[in-house]
């Protein structure tokens, strides 16, 4: 079993159970605007062997960050309100599948944090990235450190082979 989803300019190749979060009708129809007016969504869920996994994706590759709000911050809310949506959704959402989907993520073994970030290849000595990742993961390991101890952060050209999806 493969599934493919495009976010932006990226596509995933999963080799399990996954979902584009963001645009479940659960999220966008009962869940964005109900309980918390300023709801936020990472952008991808997937699941396999009772692992939960929570991907945000960032393209900066064509436009620089703008966002006032620290990376790491943004992210951390991000995976808090989609852990709230994934309760809600376990019991309340009208999709059968969607339903389905969050029980399975809320049984999972292990919650695991992934941030896929794209930067532009052009880099100087002094900056040689714009975001440095392995700060954005420290950062994000202090956050996030009770749901998920050693979040990854990674891009297209990583060949991690533990992650169950491959991006082009």
């Known amino acids: 079993m493969s599934i493919e989803i495009q976010e932006g300019a990226l596509t995933f190749t999963f080799k399990a159970n996954a979902a584009k979060y963001d645009e479940w009708s659960f999220y966008r129809q009962q869940f964005q605007q109900g309980c918390f007016r300023d709801n936020k969504a990472v952008d991808l869920l997937c699941e396999l062997n009772r692992d939960a996994w929570l991907i945000e994706v960032k ?21 808090r309100d989609t852990l709230a949506g994934l309760v809600a959704a376990s019991v ?21 944090v992934v941030c896929h970030i794209e930067q ?28 998920d101890p050693h979040p990854i952060v ?6 991690d082979a533990t992650l169950p999806w491959t991006v082009a």
Do not use: C, G, W
Request: charged share 35%; hydrophobic share 35%; proline share 5%.
């Open 59 to 79: 393209d900066y590759r064509s436009h620089t960050r703008t966002k006032a709000v620290d990376l790491a911050d943004e992210i951390a809310m991000k995976v």
């Open 92 to 112: 309340s959402a009208n999709d059968p599948a969607e339903r389905a989907f969050a029980r399975k993520m809320l049984r999972a073994q292990q919650m695991r």
């Open 120 to 147: 532009p290849a052009k880099t100087s000595r002094l900056r040689p990235q714009t975001i440095e990742p392995d700060k954005l993961k420290q950062k994000l390991r202090v956050l996030l450190k009770a749901i």
């Open 154 to 159: 990674t891009d297209k050209h990583a060949r």
